[in-house]
């Protein structure tokens, strides 16, 4: 037990996949997962842990962020011996050919700042993915005839961006999507020796303003999982 999640010693599974919202943490377990049960809620952040086709797997809620995310996957690491994590969550997409429900590896994560920041003063650290993980994502998800795209992604570490300017930039330099947590994933993946990997589903698109409607996201996320689950046990 930590500060920040309740359960007890072995019921977090070496797997674990990180939604950001907990409330999709408890879809993705029923949905998923076999003989799935509710290991942590400490301050409504869920987690359960059950088993796919065999497999133990953790599925718990990151947050929203950099900071949030990097206390969970902190304390999952170091308190409860997690090895492979990967991030499963939505994305704005850059790109005009990155279509909104398409999946995204992210390869790479450049940022402005992160909770790790500070550590590397002024170096530039690129954090990046575990290449075993993404190459069986990227098998997995053409062997389901999933749209894919993989290559670098921004982690942003504001919502309410004003920075046009920036958005125009990382276009410009192929950068594929932004969202909030997979950078300081794998500085932490890095630093702790641990597989990281991001599997993000475009819920809207940064340039064109398309977006996903409320009520279909969940049904178009299903694919992210699975292809996160088939990449943790290739």
């Keep these: 037990m ?8 072995g019921d977090i599974a070496e797997t674990v996949l990180l939604p950001g919202d907990p409330y999709r943490a408890r879809w993705a377990a029923q949905t998923y997962l076999k ?35 990097s206390i969970y996957a902190n304390e999952l690491i170091r ?14 997409a850059l790109q005009p050919h990155v279509k909104v429900r398409d999946v995204v590896l992210a390869m790479t994560a450049s940022i402005a700042g992160s909770p790790s ?35 670098g992604i921004y982690s942003s570490d ?22 909030m947590e997979a950078a300081e994933l794998y ?11 991001a599997v ?6 940064i340039v064109t303003g398309e977006a996903l409607p409320a009520d279909q996201r969940e049904k178009s996320f299903g694919a992210m999982v699975e292809v996160a689950l088939k990449a943790a046990f290739a």
């Design 2 to 9: 930590t500060f920040h999640i309740g359960a007890k010693p």
């Design 35 to 69: 003989d799935a049960v509710l290991v942590n809620e400490v301050r409504g952040m869920l987690g359960y842990t059950g088993t796919w086709n065999g497999h133990p797997v953790t599925i718990h809620g990151s947050g929203m962020g950099m900071p949030s995310l």
């Design 79 to 92: 308190d409860y011996g997690a090895q492979t994590l990967i991030r499963i969550g939505s994305a704005g």
């Design 117 to 151: 920041r500070t550590i590397f003063r002024d170096l530039n650290y690129a954090p990046c993915a575990d290449f075993g993980l993404l190459a069986a994502a990227h098998k997995a998800a053409q062997s389901m005839g999933v749209p894919i795209h993989t290559g």
């Design 158 to 179: 504001t919502f309410y961006d004003e920075r046009p300017d920036l958005v125009e930039q990382l276009t410009r330099h192929g950068t594929l999507c932004v969202e």
């Design 187 to 197: 500085t932490l993946g890095a630093r702790y020796g641990r597989r990281a990997l």
């Design 200 to 205: 993000l589903t475009i819920s809207d698109h």
